[in-house]
């Protein structure tokens, strides 16, 4: 807009508005809220500050309208005004993106006619370092439309692999101190079962139901929790492990008979869960002991 309205160098004469008051006192003290988040090694929070910042800019362009002030003389002073405002955020904005992204960081500079002094940290926090008669050229368009609920998407996915890199390989249950008699373990029924249907039961995320050949003649149905690890067609035909003399219990308006076994632990933070599988010539009902 510089290049189109001003042939690439603002005029000396301009004109300020209160409109400009919020857009410049944002600008100014951006460094400092960044500053704030990077110390604590929060790089998206001090990207958002400074995506705050962009956002804040394009509503000032809208409420200044340069294009409806470009169609009248008398006010160009307050469109090269409106025009610095926004070249001296697009200065402390670069400044702060530097370390993420140097080369497009430096073409900014280029294109808004910044050097030296102009573009280095201490005046990143201080306004008006550009010269009232600024120079610009019209270069290559140096960033697509940013989406920036995408861009912060993808750097949450970033640190959440990074977290995850730091956390152990492999996490495991501690296991119980206290002791359980025997003749108590002995009164839990361990059976092995075959899966007759399996299907992911309506309005829940979690639970698939499961028929299972239990050796009776009569088919048994049990709920499990497990349809995050485990797709329901995958385990039609699989042989399992139950225990088969829990009580009846509903859910989802559903009566599940007994628990499926399974083994769980923790992996680079994430929760990994494995159904006790057995070899498929044992015979649905054979008891474990």
Same mark, same amino acid.
């Given at each position: 807009?510089?290049?189109?309205?001003?042939? %690439?160098?603002?005029?000396?004469?301009?004109?300020?508005?209160?409109?400009?008051?919020?857009?410049?006192?944002?600008?100014?003290?951006?460094? %400092?809220?960044?500053?704030?988040?990077?110390?604590?090694?929060?790089?998206?929070? %001090?990207?958002?500050?400074?995506?705050?910042?962009?956002?804040?800019?394009?509503?000032?362009?809208?409420?200044?309208?340069?294009?409806?002030?470009?169609?009248?003389?008398?006010?160009?002073p307050r469109l090269a005004r409106v025009m610095y405002n926004l070249l001296e955020t697009l200065r402390i904005c670069a400044v702060l993106l530097?370390?993420?992204?140097?080369?497009?960081? @430096?073409?900014?500079?280029?294109?808004?006619?910044?050097? %030296?002094?102009?573009t280095n940290w201490d005046n990143a926090g201080k306004w008006g370092?550009?010269?009232?008669? @600024?120079?610009?050229h019209k270069g290559e368009n140096i960033f697509p439309r940013i989406d920036v609920e995408k861009e912060l998407q993808e750097l949450d996915a970033v640190q959440e692999a990074a977290r995850k890199a730091a956390q152990p390989a492999l996490e495991l249950e501690p296991q119980l101190e206290e002791n359980v008699d025997f003749d108590t373990f002995c009164k839990s029924d361990f059976r092995v079962v075959k899966v007759k249907s399996c299907e992911a039961?309506?309005?829940?995320?979690?639970?698939?139901?499961?028929?299972?050949?239990?050796?009776?003649g009569t088919d048994r149905q049990i709920l499990s929790g497990i349809h995050k690890f485990y797709e329901p067609e995958e385990l039609v035909g699989k042989t399992l492990v139950a225990i088969v003399n829990l009580p009846p219990r509903k859910m989802m308006g559903q009566e599940s008979n007994g628990m499926l076994i399974s083994a769980v632990h923790t992996e680079k933070g994430e929760e990994k869960l494995n159904l006790l599988m057995v070899d498929d010539a044992i015979p649905a009902g054979a008891k474990l002991c």
């Open positions: 807009m510089v290049e189109k309205y001003f042939g %690439g160098q603002l005029p000396a004469e301009q004109e300020a508005d209160e409109l400009d008051e919020e857009m410049t006192a944002l600008a100014s003290a951006l460094r %400092g809220r960044y500053e704030v988040q990077m110390e604590k090694f929060q790089m998206q929070n %001090g990207l958002e500050e400074i995506f705050k910042v962009v956002s804040r800019a394009n509503k000032y362009i809208d409420e200044t309208a340069p294009w409806i002030l470009a169609k009248d003389e008398a006010k160009k530097l370390p993420f992204t140097p080369d497009s960081c @430096a073409e900014i500079f280029s294109q808004i006619g910044a050097s %030296g002094e102009e370092v550009l010269p009232a008669e @600024a120079r610009v039961v309506k309005k829940s995320d979690k639970l698939l139901k499961f028929i299972l050949d239990d050796g009776t």
